[in-house]
């Protein structure tokens, strides 16, 4: 790469504009990693490509100059998807924001990945629709990477994931060529590739536009919180509200740890000595939402609620929201870093891993703050630490191993949303058999036989030291962590 690099910085300007492209040291220290901040890589350079061709034009330079290349969107993924594990080039879509169309008829909207989340579901609004996922990051992770990670969020227990609302993709593949995967409806007619590409986490080619569903917005909403005296019954609760056949549009927990640190953030009146804060939330016709509400209530007090509240009107609705939505910012002041884990676990054992989870943070002497998306079983435990303590650090990771074991014994697995990414990816073997494995990888030998889109992610190749399931991108130099 040194030997070819300012002709190669050069040829890059010419596709995508002499700003695009960031070669200065400090610059490309600022994509050293994503949110999850153990891996770090700084990449060769950086580009900023302002569309599809320029997309496809810069993959193929960089194929021809034999060097690899990362799809980055806002970096807001917590299982380093889009550090550059090999260097290379990291290939930022940030700049791709228009929002190209929105059919009110079809009820579908066609945008360029770039654009936020958030602001799909604002110029959606006008036409009394939204983008039914929600990931707590909507306001800065993009399509791009949601459609990466096939992103959920509060909402996913009733509407689904990323997948459930991408009807198209245009892809740019790992060797510069261009598709569309899926169409314009929801049906599938022959190999479903655009079920095969949502989820690939950016090992399989770039997204650079899609078509995406739009939902209606409901005509009534109700959102409620309940006090219990401790997670273990909150999750019992969550589990006979579905067991009673109501599928509330929402269903998240927060521990007492989180709850306190949310009050002391953004004063919203919460009850502190609360052992858990669990928000559901019903919608539909006024008549389907009065009778789930009564049995809610029901299972809920019945369940040991200390205090149940329905929100009056939306202010009220969107204070609760808050609460849960500051919960991660909101802990930065109890320490200045958290490790987010992402397990899943069947719902049913909602109280027993909760419990489990509590023990491990006492075994290895780590606070961990829980926040859970209750009603699907998706556990985001929040390892907090102080990057200064290695021996914290070190702590924190092994309990993190260890609660991912848990969820897996459980009859779980590593991943709800966050994805695989560098993080997870020793574990893999723990989920899938070689076979399995070798499978997966075929799949991605097969658009990608070099090796070069996003590549060392999402799949173990017991290959080279890089490869073999160690992490040797650590930023801590932690005796017994990985390495070469
Ligand atoms: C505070 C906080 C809260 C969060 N809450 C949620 C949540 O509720 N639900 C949830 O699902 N996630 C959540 N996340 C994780 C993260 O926001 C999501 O994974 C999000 O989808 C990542 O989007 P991004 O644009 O930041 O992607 P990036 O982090 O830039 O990239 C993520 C992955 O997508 C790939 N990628 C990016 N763009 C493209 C593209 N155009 N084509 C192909 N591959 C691409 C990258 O290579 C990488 O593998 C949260 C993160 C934070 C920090």
Not at 356 to 365: A, L, M, N, P, T
Not at 416 to 433: N, P, R, Y
Request: hydrophobic share 40%; aromatic share 4%.
């Amino acid at each position: 790469m040194a030997q070819n690099r300012a002709g190669l910085i050069s040829e890059l300007k010419t596709i995508v504009g002499q700003r695009h492209v960031l070669s200065d040291p400090v610059d490309l220290s600022v994509y050293e990693c994503d949110a999850e901040t153990f891996d770090v890589a700084i990449p060769d350079l950086v580009v900023l490509p302002g569309s599809s061709q320029e997309v496809a034009a810069v993959v193929k330079l960089a194929n021809r100059h034999q060097i690899p290349f990362t799809p980055r969107g806002a970096g807001t993924g917590l299982s380093g998807g889009a550090t550059t594990v090999r260097g290379g080039i990291s290939l930022v879509l940030s700049r791709m924001t228009k929002i190209l169309s929105v059919d009110a008829d079809e009820q579908t909207a066609v945008v360029e990945v770039g654009v936020t989340n958030a602001a799909v579901s604002q110029a959606a609004a006008k036409f009394g629709l939204h983008y039914a996922p929600d990931p707590s990051s909507q306001a800065a992770s993009t399509i791009g990477g949601n459609i990466a990670e096939n992103a959920g969020g509060p909402h996913t227990l009733k509407y689904g994931l990323t997948i459930d609302h991408v009807l198209g993709v245009r892809v740019v593949l790992a060797n510069g060529e261009t598709t569309t995967f899926g169409g314009n409806t929801t049906a599938t007619t022959g190999i479903d590739w655009l079920g095969l590409f949502v989820g690939s986490e950016g090992t399989l080619g770039f997204a650079t536009e899609a078509t995406l569903r739009l939902t209606m917005a409901p005509p009534a909403v109700k959102t409620m919180i309940a006090y219990f005296d401790t997670v273990e019954a909150g999750g019992e609760a969550v589990s006979k509200v579905v067991a009673a056949g109501v599928v509330p549009a929402a269903m998240e927990m927060i521990d007492r740890l989180t709850l306190n640190a949310v009050e002391d953030a953004v004063h919203l009146g919460l009850n502190r000595e609360a052992g858990a804060l669990l928000i559901i939330e019903l919608d539909g016709s006024e008549i389907s939402i009065s009778f789930e509400k009564d049995v809610v209530e029901r299972i809920i007090s019945d369940g040991g609620a200390t205090a149940i509240r329905w929100a009056k009107d939306a202010e009220e609705r969107a204070k609760i929201w808050k609460a849960r939505k500051a919960s991660f910012g909101s802990l930065g002041r109890i320490a200045p870093h958290g490790y987010v884990l992402d397990g899943v676990i069947p719902r049913s054992r909602l109280a027993q891993a909760i419990r489990q989870i509590g023990d491990i943070g006492k075994q290895y002497g780590v606070q961990i703050a829980n926040v859970y998306h209750a009603g699907d079983g998706n556990l985001h435990p929040c390892l907090l630490y102080h990057q200064d303590n290695l021996e914290e650090v070190k702590r924190v990771m092994e309990a993190g191993r260890k609660i991912l074991d848990l969820c897996v014994q459980l009859g779980g697995t590593l991943s709800g949303e966050h994805g695989i990414g560098i993080e997870k990816l020793e574990a893999m073997s723990q989920v899938f058999t070689e076979e399995e494995l070798a499978a997966m990888a075929m799949v991605k030998s097969t658009f990608d036989p070099e090796y070069r889109c996003n590549p060392g992610k999402l799949l173990p190749m017991p290959k080279s030291c890089g490869e073999s399931g160690l992490r040797p991108l650590l930023r801590y130099t932690l005796s017994g962590s990985g390495g070469c």
